[in-house]
């Protein structure tokens, strides 16, 4: 493949790759579509990246892991733990929602409980939806008004917690979906524009996040995805390790979407999917042949991820707004509480000294 955003960088960092960068001038569809009720504007001193965590987080305790919601103690230290390190919100997925209804009694509640010990939102819900060819499957049209009603049921009943962004998958497994057809990308397009329009009527943005093991991964896929949906209402979110084991490099392709571009889950890589390892059933992220593990804090030697050049390329856009960073599966091997604090340091002594 010739195309230069399917090249993905070794563990050596270049320092002067991509800052040659020309600047463009802004969409306005992506002004538009920025968070109703706070201004990500900034002057004088003030930062221009705020940081969230992506909760993926496992307790150990004497009876195994367990979830920081499975009790108001719990759920206590990790929100400590996470705003002692500089993070400012936490992203979780959808099907948390009753559980913090549980543990508070009320989202206005759970989100004062999180403001005392630091952490000002939930920025983010990924939405949990089990894709099924009878009632939600992006690719097929049939499902798109059920999709469509699911989605605003899970977005109401988020109120109180000062969520900005729905995070999706845009398809299926690329098992479940291919062929991937132009059509079949094409009603994927057209069913996260009907849902991106109705979020955005509840001030909530809908932000697409592509795994590697997701029906549009592919970087022919990617871009006939963002040609083919409405930039008012349909959003990019970069997960960089993602990308990279996709065989795409995040940098160039930030520089190619970066005006719809609303966040970041930033983790790291040490392998690329040479054997389509995206195909495996039921998740690749688990059952893949090239690795056990296939996710790793920012920071590590092996790293496939050019943090520095991302970084360079966000200052030359002047990206404002939240950065994520995220742990997946950060147990296999590891732990939550380590592999955090190493970001955490790596977020302070290299990337802050970039852009900030």
Known sequence: MNDPLFSVRQPAHNKNAGSNITQQRENPARIAARTPGRDMSTSGSQPNLRWAYMDHWRIDSPQ???SQYSSV????GFLKQIAALGFEAIETFSFHVPVLIDLFGSLPNARAFMQERGIDRVLSLFLAVIFDDRQTQPHLRATHDNLVKHTE???KAAAGLGVENLIVMPAGQYHAVEPVTDERIRACAEAWSRV????LDHGIRTVCHHEFYCGIHHLDELRKF???SDPRYVF????TAQHVIAGVDPVKL???????CAGFHLKDTHHVDRVEDYRQRPESEVTAKTTRRWFWEMGTPEGLVDFPNLFKALKEYQYKGWVSVEHDKAD????YPESTAVAAWYIQNVLKKIYR
């Open 64 to 66: 195994g892991y367990v």
């Open 73 to 76: 103690e719990r759920f206590d």
């Open 153 to 155: 049921f899970v977005v």
């Open 196 to 199: 991106g329009k109705m979020t």
């Open 226 to 228: 963002y040609e083919w």
């Open 236 to 239: 990019w979110y970069c997960d």
């Open 254 to 260: 930030y520089l190619e979407l970066h005006d719809r």
């Open 332 to 335: 296999f091997g590891g732990n």
